[in-house]
């Protein structure tokens, strides 16, 4: 008799995780049905865990948190052509409208109407199951882990940042916040042609695997002088690029006084202050070019061959590993020791 239940890790209310059962959904004829082998904990999972809410994005009913996440593909719509039962993929969390203005321009990341998983309020994929939209789900090779597919989802936000920043092959580029987001971002600055790479942080335990991620130098916060130390490393030219990935207004000014004249700043990270002070002489003095970075768009088939050729191995960033039952630990072990934890990763199939 084929299973028609699954586990889920529910969010029932602030900082309570429940395994729930709950059926098993029915693809529709465009979409395929995913059994979820890996999901990493992301940032935004933890907020939602945490305080219930990011902007205006709230969190009113019980509601399944996860999008980073791989599978196999265990059924299949009648009009999806080109993916099959038993394939390998990663999954891209956001459906968006393709009719508005913005899809229709190619920024999709900008879609007012996108269907995100785990932003309330539709479920994410903490669960054994998941029906995707068939353009969403990208086959993986063979050689590639679920834990590496999983990672694909941030990964692009990296690529779309050193996209954004219009990284050219020897550039320098600098870092801030050596978070999953920023090593990420290392990374795929690294497979972009980044001539040297400059992370920024105050852990020295952070900086560490920054290294592994490609940066050739780094510079501890609570040690060393950042404009002393960007003299030295770049001749007292500065970097070509500045990343802003730790969501910190004194990481957007230190982007400002890193950067070159006539360099680039690409802002990634989420202040808790919708206003930070800039020194916007400094902007125009330098003629920097200042852009935000959305998610990414048009990422995944291109980030999926960057990480197959194994220049990087990105699973460096994964500390931790939990089971599905064990997802309540994963949230709090994110919460408690920051020092220690980058990227945990939850595995649906182990329920205990």
């Known amino acids: 008799m084929k299973k028609e239940t699954m586990q889920a890790a529910v969010l029932t209310e602030l900082k309570n995780i429940m395994l729930q059962d709950r059926e098993i959904p029915v693809p529709k004829d465009d979409e395929v049905l995913i059994q979820i082998k890996a999901v990493g904990l992301c940032g935004s999972d933890v907020h939602y ?14 509601i399944i948190l996860g999008h980073e996440a791989s599978g196999d593909i265990v059924e ?81 936000v990296g690529v779309h940042a050193v996209s954004r920043g219009e990284l050219k092959a020897g550039e320098t580029v600098i870092i801030f916040g050596m978070g999953p987001i920023g090593l990420v971002t290392a990374a795929a600055a690294k497979a972009a042609g980044a001539g040297m790479i400059i992370g920024v942080d105050l852990e020295k335990s952070r900086l560490e695997v920054a290294k592994k991620m ?27 690029l500045a990343i802003e ?22 802002i990634v990270g989420l202040s808790p202050q919708d206003e930070v002070p800039v ?36 699973e460096k960033i994964i500390t931790d590993k939990y089971s599905l039952a064990e997802t309540a630990e994963a949230f709090e072990k994110a919460i408690h020791d920051k020092t220690n934890t980058l990227k945990i990763m939850i595995y649906p199939g182990q329920t205990s």
């Open 245 to 266: 990935t730790a969501g910190s207004p004194k990481a957007v000014q230190g982007t400002i006084l890193s950067v070159r004249r006539g360099g680039r700043i690409a």
């Open 49 to 62: 865990y945490e305080h219930g809410k990011i902007g205006n994005y709230i969190v009113e009913k019980p």
């Open 279 to 314: 020194n916007v002489s400094q902007i125009i003095d330098k003629e920097i070019d200042v852009k935000g970075i959305f998610r990414y768009h048009h990422t995944y088939p291109r980030a999926i061959e960057m990480l197959a050729a194994k220049e990087i191995d990105i």
């Open 214 to 240: 490609g940066a050739a130098y780094t510079i501890n916060l609570r040690e060393e002088d950042l404009e002393e130390k960007v003299k030295e490393y770049t001749n007292g030219k500065g970097a070509d």
């Open 76 to 156: 299949v719509g009648k009009n999806v052509v080109g993916l099959y039962k038993g394939q390998r993929v990663s999954i891209e969390p956001g459906a968006t409208c393709g009719e508005c203005a913005h899809c229709k321009e190619g920024r999709y990341n900008l879609c007012p109407s996108v269907e995100f998983l785990a932003t309330p309020p539709y479920d994410g994929v903490f669960c054994e199951y998941a029906v995707m939209r068939a353009d969403l789900v990208f086959p993986i090779p063979d050689s590639m882990s679920y834990e590496t597919a999983a990672l694909v989802e941030p990964f692009s």
